[in-house]
């Protein structure tokens, strides 16, 4: 009887086993956790066809490089692949293969990592708040003082208003929908679909699932750095476009309201893409 060798995903033990056992579930015998078992073999290829993959086109790989997309997020159990010797040319989803197992783990890993982020969201909102606070308590001091000591104190104006001109000057003319999510400046408006890196108006399902994960993952990982204020604005903007556009009505009458918008609104209307822009039609 012929072996097979195996890796396990978790921890990279390796091992030989019986090639009966393959597409079998069993314990790794150093982590002990539950696997599917999956040959390690350098020369079985296979090509994937995902959205995810260089818009789509076709890309070979062996298996436990799709093993790591799938754990990535960049290859999803809707997306396909073709056996290259055994299959080709059939057509399978990925859910529906041999590497279901990863892509259920993935999903799990995926879930609560979304769950983490709405839960963070609360908590970003509400320390976003103080701070829009102190810069509108120093624009009514001003406006006080000279009222009440305008005779005594004189030579205090100068070193005061210095303090507070810093703070307009320094704001930065950065657009965080251009340099954190690549959206172009020029493409006026935008709308919820080009928030999620998708077509205006595409009503696939699982794209805009897929492209709403990917962004929410990616921002994610910019939580804490230094444009974290933006960071918590685009979450809650994409997580709220993700609500909308995978309800049919709410996205019916999206769609509605947007058509009217691009029909009514001219070439030229420039396009706030600063930090307080929000995504049109709100």
Same mark, same amino acid.
């Not at 956790?33 to 086109?57: F, H, R, Y």
């Not at 259920?104 to 609560?112: P, V, W």
């Given at each position: 009887?012929?072996?097979?060798?195996?890796?396990?995903?978790?921890?990279?033990?390796?091992?030989?086993?019986?090639?009966?056992?393959?597409?079998?579930?069993?314990?790794?015998?150093?982590?002990?956790?539950?696997?599917?078992?999956?040959?390690?073999?350098?020369?079985?290829?296979?090509?994937?066809?995902?959205?995810?993959?260089?818009?789509?086109?076709?890309?070979?790989?062996?298996?436990?490089?799709?093993?790591?997309?799938?754990?990535?997020?960049?290859?999803?159990?809707?997306?396909?692949?073709?056996?290259?010797?055994?299959?080709?040319?059939?057509?399978?989803?990925?859910?529906?293969?041999?590497?279901?197992?990863?892509?259920?783990?993935?999903?799990?890993?995926?879930?609560?990592?979304?769950?983490?982020?709405?839960?963070?969201?609360?908590?970003?909102?509400?320390?976003? /708040? !103080?701070?829009? &606070?102190? #810069?509108?308590?120093?624009?009514? +001091?001003? $406006? =006080? *003082?000279? %009222? @009440? /000591? !305008?005779?005594? &104190?004189? #030579?205090?104006?100068?070193?005061? +208003?210095? $303090? =507070? *001109?810093? %703070? @307009? /000057?320094?704001?930065?003319?950065?657009?965080?929908?251009?340099?954190?999510?690549?959206?172009?400046?020029?493409?006026?408006?935008?709308?919820?679909?080009?928030?999620?890196?998708?077509?205006?108006?595409?009503?696939?399902?699982?794209?805009?699932?897929?492209?709403?994960?990917?962004?929410?993952?990616?921002?994610?990982?910019?939580?804490?750095?230094?444009?974290?204020?933006?960071?918590?604005?685009?979450?809650?903007?994409?997580?709220?476009?993700?609500?909308?556009?995978?309800?049919?009505?709410?996205?019916?009458?999206?769609?509605?309201?947007?058509?009217?918008?691009?029909?009514?609104?001219?070439?030229?209307?420039?396009?706030?893409?600063?930090?307080?822009?929000?995504?049109?039609?709100?």
């Amino acid at each position: 009887m012929s072996n097979i060798n195996f890796t396990c995903p978790h921890c990279s033990h390796t091992t030989q086993l019986a090639s009966s056992t393959e597409g079998m579930k069993g314990n790794c015998p150093s982590c002990k956790t539950e696997v599917s078992i999956i040959p390690d073999n350098p020369q079985s290829k296979w090509l994937v066809m995902s959205i995810g993959l260089n818009n789509g086109t076709l890309t070979e790989f062996n298996v436990q490089q799709i093993i790591a997309l799938i754990r990535d997020g960049i290859i999803v159990g809707d997306d396909q692949l073709s056996h290259i010797t055994d299959s080709p040319g059939q057509w399978i989803a990925i859910k529906d293969s041999r590497f279901h197992p990863y892509v259920d783990e993935a999903k799990e890993q995926n879930d609560k990592l979304l769950d983490d982020i709405f839960d963070s969201l609360t908590t970003n909102e509400g320390q976003s /708040q !103080p701070e829009q &606070q102190p #810069e509108k308590q120093p624009e009514q +001091q001003p $406006e =006080q *003082q000279p %009222e @009440q /000591q !305008p005779e005594q &104190q004189p #030579e205090q104006q100068p070193e005061q +208003q210095p $303090e =507070q *001109q810093p %703070e @307009q /000057q320094s704001t930065p003319d950065f657009n965080p929908y251009h340099v954190l999510l690549g959206i172009p400046e020029s493409g006026g408006p935008i709308s919820k679909y080009r928030l999620l890196g998708i077509s205006d108006f595409e009503n696939n399902t699982d794209v805009i699932s897929g492209a709403s994960d990917r962004q929410l993952i990616y921002l994610r990982t910019l939580q804490a750095g230094e444009h974290a204020v933006f960071v918590a604005q685009l979450l809650n903007e994409i997580a709220q476009a993700r609500v909308t556009l995978l309800n049919a009505d709410q996205k019916a009458a999206y769609d509605e309201q947007l058509r009217e918008h691009q029909t009514s609104e001219s070439e030229t209307a420039a396009a706030d893409l600063f930090f307080n822009s929000r995504c049109y039609p709100p």
